[in-house]
């Protein structure tokens, strides 16, 4: 059986919190028609805080899968939608704080935390090199 190894892991989470920022990049390029203010929060906000997240809520949820022997594409991808969502609304939570507002937490909100993480997770599993089947080494 293949085994995924420390490396393997170590690549992927340090790849799989770029594959959001590049999606926020596409998606502003192809709905607004310009980049320049976007590639500027991204270095100021987007990829420092897809980092803090991967290595807050998505490297915990990583190890978990891998100790439970449940490491594999599926359960990464369900991982990544879960904290994909608890982490979108807890940097809303924390503008909100720092702006002195509410954050608008609503549908849209949620889905976009649902897709960065589902994209940040798939990320992990191609540059981890994951197959759908559990790894067993820990």
């Known amino acids: 059986m293949h085994h995924i190894s420390n490396r393997q892991l170590f690549r992927g989470l340090m790849l799989a919190p770029l594959a959001p920022a590049i999606m ?19 270095f100021i906000f987007s990829i420092p805080s897809s980092y803090i997240g991967a ?15 449940a490491l594999n594409i599926p359960n990464v991808l369900i991982a990544g939608v879960i904290t994909g969502v608890f982490a979108i609304y807890l ?10 507002s ?10 976009w ?7 940040a997770a798939l990320a992990f599993a191609v540059a981890s090199g994951l197959h759908n089947r559990s790894h067993l080494q820990h």
């Open 102 to 111: 509410h954050g608008d937490l609503n549908l849209v909100t949620t889905l």
């Open 24 to 42: 926020y990049v596409a998606v502003s390029v192809f709905l607004r028609g310009y980049y320049q203010d976007v590639v500027l929060f991204l």
């Open 91 to 100: 940097i809303s939570f924390l503008l909100g704080l720092l702006l002195k």
């Open 55 to 69: 290595l807050a809520l998505g490297a915990p949820a990583v190890l978990y899968l891998r100790k439970r022997r």
């Open 113 to 119: 935390g649902a897709v960065s993480g589902f994209v």
